[in-house]
């Protein structure tokens, strides 16, 4: 049988996401992988898991191609695009443009302006610094003394509102030592931190249409669609497997440049 | 790590013009060195868009030490130097082509090692103007103080939306006023005649620059912007000399004769870009390698243009002078601004236009007060900011960087102007 699978990798900063689709551009399945000190191994790891999960042999895959920072570091690839396009034609599998996709990854924040035939007309990344991303999560997490992926428990318990500034983590993260000693209590500071990661994204570029939000924290930290929805007065939309979404986009431009 | 991209150089042509560029830039530091060690002419620091032919006609011979500033940058020795100059009270947020020099002159570096210079020529007075920005007169008063030199300028007006009469006489009143100092200095009288003739020098190098330019209006365009930020050497340092104008005949001469076999600077030119702001000096190679590779040529810039005076009038030295300081693009308002911007857009037929927002110039920043979103709602003009800085190398990202320029020209071969084709792993 001839090859008829493309598979896209998305290397992650935190971690790698994997993502098959048939010859009809049907997701078969998707796969997540720590990455690691090793991008070529999280790779490798997330396209077996993917296969595995899928039950298709490695032969029966017509292409591979990458995304993500590790992109073009990865051998195992055909092709790559960056990871701009593959969020946009991810979105695009889910959603009719015109879109504004909101990513939130571990170490940038990306907004993506569609048109209404589907085509990029802008983007705009976060500055060199992690405000606004996972990355700040991770901090804030640890200035509160809680795992990452206890955050949102954490903060599902607020009462109080409490601002925290959205400009710089270091910044933040002494601003919330701050209000630790003050007595503030750590939940109220959790939700603080999800309203900065929402504040400083929305200071990246004018946000409008209609919203989807994409990326790991996404995924994992639903509170940021909710504060993000509230704060732009309109439902943001999340894509199923919104993590999974830049490798699904890039699959499908594997898919796309296959077919001419 | 710097950005990943293949050799500029591969498949490109080489211009010719090159080797002898390298010889008048070699004798140019030279002579300011010899006249500088030996005493043999007065030395003169000037800004490099500052009223130079006043020093051209007193015989001095002149430094430029933002040029000095650039080669920091781009040999990265800017970025082991710039502590010094923190340390010393100059704050990482103003110019770093400042800090970098001022560090490099504390830690006794200097790109300059590469023409046989153990230090920075000493300047007998320094010669500013802030029709650019205010940091070179902090920056020239810095050596002011450290050398007991005197210095003095021309304070200048900025964010014009017209220059008219008044601004024009005011400006010359101040280049009036200079006169005397820089004749004290110089041990001469200034004569009329010689400043006519470094007048005369300057437009045509002017001109010729501006010849030089205007070729890669052509496709495929025959120079880059990173190529044409090596070229403008002669423009900056030896504006009011013949030097100078021989060479961008040979240079005008040549890239004329590459436009009209259709022969481009790259093998393979998909997109043309405009590129506003500083160049990144420190990565201009990387950068110039990531375009090459992408098949995207950037054919125009403000900055290169920065270096085009087309008021300068021989028969009105002075006055000539005061009207071309202040027509300038970095001192003009958001509206002159943006119709420079309109003009180039069309008059290079470019695809898209790329912002540098250099952190520590945000004069020579053009992405703040909101001009690529009017450009791209106005024009419909595909547009990208990538922040960065000229030399300080620590506000510069280089995945990010890599990443946003892949992203536009991915957004560009999705807008149908050109079929997709993926970068390859």
Redesign the interface.
Known sequence: MAPSYFAGVDCGSWNTKAALIDADGRLVATAVVRTGADVQAAAARAVGELLERARVERSALAALWSTGFGRHALTLADGSRTEIDSHARGALQFFRGPLTVVDIGGQDAKIIVVDGEGRRVAHKMNRKCAAGTGSFLEEMALRLDVRIGDLPALAAGSTEEIALGSFCTVFTGTEVLALIRQGKRPADLARAAYRSVVKRVLEMERVEGQVVATGGVVAHHPLVVQLLSEAIGARVAVPDHPQEIGALGVAVAARAAASG | MAI?GRDRREGEAQLRSTARLKEIMAAHFAGVDAAARGRTAPVAWCTSVGPVELLRALGYQVFFPENHGALLGASRVANETMARAHALGYSPDICSYLTSDVGAYLSGKTPLSRYGLERVPRADLLLFSTNQCREVRDWFEFYGREWGAPVVGVTSFRDLDEVAEHHVDAIVRQLEALVPALEAVAGRRLDAARLEGAVARSRTCSDLWRDCLRSSAARPAPLTFFDATIHMGPAVVLRGTAEACDYYRQLAEELSGRAGAGAGALPRERFRLYWDGMPVWGRLRDLAGLFAELETSVVASTYCNSWVFDALDPGDPLRSMARASLELFIARSEAPKQRYLERMIREFEVDGVVFHDSRTCPNNSNARFGMPQRL?KELGT??L?L?GDLNDLR???D??AR??I???V??LE???KAT?A????
């Open positions: 990943r791209r595909p547009v900011v922040d506000c510069f990202s995945e990010q990443t946003n892949e992203g536009f991915e957004q999705g807008s149908g997709a993926p970068v390859r792993a």
